[in-house]
Protein backbone atom coordinates (compact mmCIF):
# COMPACT_ATOMS: atom_id res chain seq x y z
CA UNK A 1 0.00 0.00 0.00
CA UNK A 2 0.83 3.42 -0.27
CA UNK A 3 0.61 6.46 1.70
CA UNK A 4 -2.31 8.37 2.18
CA UNK A 5 -6.14 8.07 2.44
CA UNK A 6 -6.74 7.36 -0.93
CA UNK A 7 -5.07 5.93 -4.06
CA UNK A 8 -3.16 4.23 -1.78
CA UNK A 9 -3.29 0.89 -2.75
CA UNK A 10 -1.14 -0.83 -5.90
CA UNK A 11 -1.20 -4.15 -7.57
CA UNK A 12 1.92 -5.18 -9.60
CA UNK A 13 0.77 -8.57 -10.62
CA UNK A 14 2.52 -8.91 -14.25
CA UNK A 15 1.20 -9.48 -17.29
CA UNK A 16 2.15 -13.44 -18.62
CA UNK A 17 2.39 -14.61 -22.16
CA UNK A 18 2.76 -17.96 -23.07
CA UNK A 19 2.72 -18.98 -26.33
CA UNK A 20 3.98 -22.55 -28.70
CA UNK A 21 3.83 -22.46 -32.28
CA UNK A 22 4.10 -25.86 -34.36
CA UNK A 23 4.84 -25.93 -38.00
CA UNK A 24 4.91 -28.72 -40.24
CA UNK A 25 5.65 -28.89 -44.43
CA UNK A 26 5.96 -32.40 -46.53
CA UNK A 27 7.47 -31.62 -50.00
CA UNK A 28 7.16 -34.32 -52.54
CA UNK A 29 7.21 -35.19 -56.08
CA UNK A 30 4.40 -37.34 -57.14
CA UNK A 31 5.20 -38.14 -60.68
CA UNK A 32 7.81 -36.37 -63.25
CA UNK A 33 4.99 -33.87 -63.77
CA UNK A 34 3.81 -33.50 -60.62
CA UNK A 35 5.02 -31.59 -57.94
CA UNK A 36 3.28 -31.82 -54.40
CA UNK A 37 3.68 -30.19 -50.69
CA UNK A 38 1.64 -29.57 -47.46
CA UNK A 39 2.43 -26.98 -45.04
CA UNK A 40 0.62 -26.52 -41.44
CA UNK A 41 1.22 -24.24 -38.72
CA UNK A 42 -0.36 -24.14 -35.64
CA UNK A 43 -0.28 -21.38 -32.36
CA UNK A 44 -1.69 -21.81 -29.02
CA UNK A 45 -1.43 -18.57 -27.28
CA UNK A 46 -2.53 -17.49 -23.72
CA UNK A 47 -2.09 -13.74 -22.01
CA UNK A 48 -2.53 -13.27 -18.55
CA UNK A 49 -3.98 -9.79 -18.12
CA UNK A 50 -4.39 -8.83 -14.20
CA UNK A 51 -7.23 -6.44 -13.28
CA UNK A 52 -7.03 -3.79 -10.82
CA UNK A 53 -7.61 -5.98 -7.91
CA UNK A 54 -6.07 -9.43 -7.31
CA UNK A 55 -8.32 -12.26 -9.14
CA UNK A 56 -10.29 -10.03 -11.54
CA UNK A 57 -7.49 -10.37 -14.07
CA UNK A 58 -8.55 -12.19 -17.61
CA UNK A 59 -6.81 -14.71 -20.40
CA UNK A 60 -7.05 -13.68 -23.64
CA UNK A 61 -6.09 -16.59 -25.65
CA UNK A 62 -5.56 -17.27 -29.47
CA UNK A 63 -5.64 -19.97 -31.89
CA UNK A 64 -4.88 -19.34 -34.83
CA UNK A 65 -4.16 -22.32 -37.50
CA UNK A 66 -2.87 -21.85 -41.08
CA UNK A 67 -2.90 -24.85 -43.54
CA UNK A 68 -1.75 -25.12 -47.24
CA UNK A 69 -1.70 -27.06 -50.42
CA UNK A 70 0.19 -26.82 -53.71
CA UNK A 71 -0.02 -29.33 -56.33
CA UNK A 72 2.12 -28.53 -59.52
CA UNK A 73 0.99 -30.46 -63.10
CA UNK A 74 3.46 -29.95 -66.10
CA UNK A 75 1.79 -30.65 -69.28
CA UNK A 76 4.19 -30.07 -71.63
CA UNK A 77 7.34 -27.47 -71.76
CA UNK A 78 5.06 -24.85 -72.61
CA UNK A 79 2.08 -25.41 -70.77
CA UNK A 80 1.97 -25.74 -66.65
CA UNK A 81 -0.93 -25.94 -64.41
CA UNK A 82 -0.82 -24.55 -60.44
CA UNK A 83 -3.10 -25.10 -57.91
CA UNK A 84 -3.33 -24.16 -54.92
CA UNK A 85 -5.82 -24.01 -51.52
CA UNK A 86 -5.52 -22.44 -48.23
CA UNK A 87 -7.15 -22.38 -44.98
CA UNK A 88 -7.37 -19.87 -42.16
CA UNK A 89 -8.68 -20.34 -38.85
CA UNK A 90 -8.31 -17.28 -36.45
CA UNK A 91 -9.96 -18.67 -32.89
CA UNK A 92 -9.55 -15.57 -29.89
CA UNK A 93 -11.52 -15.64 -26.90
CA UNK A 94 -11.57 -13.82 -23.45
CA UNK A 95 -11.86 -15.69 -20.49
CA UNK A 96 -12.47 -14.12 -16.41
CA UNK A 97 -9.89 -15.10 -13.85
CA UNK A 98 -12.66 -16.49 -12.15
CA UNK A 99 -13.77 -18.28 -14.84
CA UNK A 100 -10.80 -20.14 -15.72
CA UNK A 101 -10.24 -21.18 -11.90
CA UNK A 102 -13.98 -22.41 -11.87
CA UNK A 103 -14.47 -19.90 -8.89
CA UNK A 104 -18.08 -19.11 -8.82
CA UNK A 105 -17.55 -15.83 -6.63
CA UNK A 106 -20.88 -14.06 -6.58
CA UNK A 107 -22.13 -17.79 -5.05
CA UNK A 108 -19.47 -17.59 -2.40
CA UNK A 109 -20.13 -13.48 -1.20
CA UNK A 110 -23.83 -14.52 -1.03
CA UNK A 111 -24.81 -12.08 -4.03
CA UNK A 112 -28.06 -13.68 -5.70
CA UNK A 113 -29.97 -14.13 -8.80
CA UNK A 114 -26.80 -14.69 -11.14
CA UNK A 115 -25.96 -17.57 -13.20
CA UNK A 116 -24.68 -20.88 -11.74
CA UNK A 117 -23.12 -22.16 -15.23
CA UNK A 118 -19.43 -22.43 -15.27
CA UNK A 119 -18.87 -20.26 -18.41
CA UNK A 120 -20.39 -17.18 -16.40
CA UNK A 121 -19.22 -17.04 -13.28
CA UNK A 122 -17.39 -13.84 -12.10
CA UNK A 123 -17.60 -10.59 -9.87
CA UNK A 124 -20.18 -7.96 -11.29
CA UNK A 125 -19.51 -4.50 -11.59
CA UNK A 126 -18.61 -2.56 -8.76
CA UNK A 127 -19.12 1.34 -8.99
CA UNK A 128 -18.04 3.67 -6.00
CA UNK A 129 -17.11 6.88 -5.72
CA UNK A 130 -13.71 6.10 -3.39
CA UNK A 131 -12.19 3.27 -4.88
CA UNK A 132 -11.52 2.74 -8.57
CA UNK A 133 -14.39 0.57 -10.30
CA UNK A 134 -13.97 -3.52 -10.61
CA UNK A 135 -14.99 -6.64 -11.70
CA UNK A 136 -14.80 -9.44 -13.49
CA UNK A 137 -14.75 -9.09 -17.65
CA UNK A 138 -17.65 -10.20 -19.82
CA UNK A 139 -16.66 -13.91 -21.82
CA UNK A 140 -15.81 -13.30 -25.40
CA UNK A 141 -15.44 -15.49 -28.15
CA UNK A 142 -14.54 -15.26 -32.39
CA UNK A 143 -14.30 -18.15 -34.70
CA UNK A 144 -13.23 -16.77 -38.50
CA UNK A 145 -12.81 -19.33 -40.80
CA UNK A 146 -11.09 -18.40 -44.42
CA UNK A 147 -10.87 -20.20 -47.42
CA UNK A 148 -9.04 -19.86 -50.62
CA UNK A 149 -8.94 -21.85 -54.18
CA UNK A 150 -6.95 -21.06 -56.73
CA UNK A 151 -5.65 -22.71 -60.01
CA UNK A 152 -3.41 -20.75 -62.56
CA UNK A 153 -2.72 -21.78 -66.17
CA UNK A 154 1.08 -20.54 -67.55
CA UNK A 155 1.63 -20.92 -71.16
CA UNK A 156 4.69 -19.57 -72.76
CA UNK A 157 4.74 -19.07 -76.61
CA UNK A 158 7.87 -17.97 -78.04
CA UNK A 159 9.22 -14.88 -75.98
CA UNK A 160 5.79 -14.56 -74.29
CA UNK A 161 4.36 -15.66 -71.52
CA UNK A 162 0.44 -16.16 -70.75
CA UNK A 163 -0.64 -16.11 -67.46
CA UNK A 164 -5.14 -16.49 -66.52
CA UNK A 165 -6.56 -18.69 -64.09
CA UNK A 166 -8.98 -18.28 -61.28
CA UNK A 167 -9.78 -17.50 -57.40
CA UNK A 168 -12.63 -18.37 -55.12
CA UNK A 169 -12.54 -17.17 -51.29
CA UNK A 170 -14.80 -17.66 -48.43
CA UNK A 171 -15.30 -15.99 -45.39
CA UNK A 172 -16.67 -16.68 -42.01
CA UNK A 173 -16.83 -14.93 -38.95
CA UNK A 174 -18.94 -16.04 -36.05
CA UNK A 175 -18.83 -14.12 -32.65
CA UNK A 176 -20.06 -15.10 -29.47
CA UNK A 177 -20.34 -12.29 -26.59
CA UNK A 178 -22.48 -12.69 -23.45
CA UNK A 179 -23.10 -9.10 -21.91
CA UNK A 180 -23.70 -10.81 -18.32
CA UNK A 181 -22.06 -8.85 -15.79
CA UNK A 182 -24.27 -6.10 -13.49
CA UNK A 183 -23.64 -3.16 -12.24
CA UNK A 184 -24.07 -2.44 -8.82
CA UNK A 185 -23.33 1.29 -7.46
CA UNK A 186 -22.64 2.45 -4.25
CA UNK A 187 -22.96 6.46 -3.10
CA UNK A 188 -23.28 6.01 0.29
CA UNK A 189 -26.62 7.18 0.98
CA UNK A 190 -27.91 4.23 2.79
CA UNK A 191 -25.34 4.97 5.65
CA UNK A 192 -25.54 8.67 6.04
CA UNK A 193 -26.70 10.39 9.07
CA UNK A 194 -30.42 11.08 8.95
CA UNK A 195 -30.31 13.77 10.49
CA UNK A 196 -27.78 15.68 8.04
CA UNK A 197 -27.88 13.18 5.19
CA UNK A 198 -24.08 13.45 4.98
CA UNK A 199 -21.49 11.12 6.36
CA UNK A 200 -22.07 8.09 4.47
CA UNK A 201 -19.71 5.14 3.14
CA UNK A 202 -19.53 3.79 -0.28
CA UNK A 203 -17.85 1.20 1.19
CA UNK A 204 -19.87 0.89 4.05
CA UNK A 205 -23.09 0.58 2.07
CA UNK A 206 -21.15 -2.58 0.14
CA UNK A 207 -19.71 -4.04 2.73
CA UNK A 208 -23.64 -3.90 3.78
CA UNK A 209 -24.87 -4.94 0.38
CA UNK A 210 -27.04 -1.94 -0.27
CA UNK A 211 -26.36 -0.73 -3.90
CA UNK A 212 -28.57 2.98 -4.73
CA UNK A 213 -28.58 1.42 -8.56
CA UNK A 214 -28.57 -1.91 -10.23
CA UNK A 215 -28.43 -2.97 -13.74
CA UNK A 216 -27.78 -6.13 -15.94
CA UNK A 217 -28.33 -7.34 -19.55
CA UNK A 218 -29.99 -10.64 -19.97
CA UNK A 219 -28.43 -12.57 -23.43
CA UNK A 220 -25.74 -12.74 -25.59
CA UNK A 221 -24.44 -11.40 -28.56
CA UNK A 222 -24.34 -13.67 -31.52
CA UNK A 223 -23.10 -12.63 -34.90
CA UNK A 224 -22.38 -15.07 -38.28
CA UNK A 225 -21.03 -13.09 -41.19
CA UNK A 226 -20.81 -14.84 -44.56
CA UNK A 227 -19.31 -13.61 -47.79
CA UNK A 228 -18.09 -15.06 -50.97
CA UNK A 229 -15.81 -13.57 -53.72
CA UNK A 230 -14.17 -14.42 -57.07
Known sequence: NLPGAVANYVDNESNKLDADQYTARVDHQLTSRDNF???YIFTDQVNFVPGRFPGL???NI???QNLALNHTHTFSPRLLNEFRFGYVRAVSSRLAENVAAGNDVTGKLGIRGFSTQPREFGLPTMVMTSITQTGDVDPFAQVNNTFQWIDNVVLTKGNHALKFGAEI?????NIFALRLRASLNFDGRYTNN???RTGGSDVADLLLGLPNRADRTVGDVQSYFRRTSY
Open 62 to 64: ARP
Open 194 to 196: PAT
Open 169 to 173: RRFQF
Open 57 to 59: GSD
Open 37 to 39: YVR
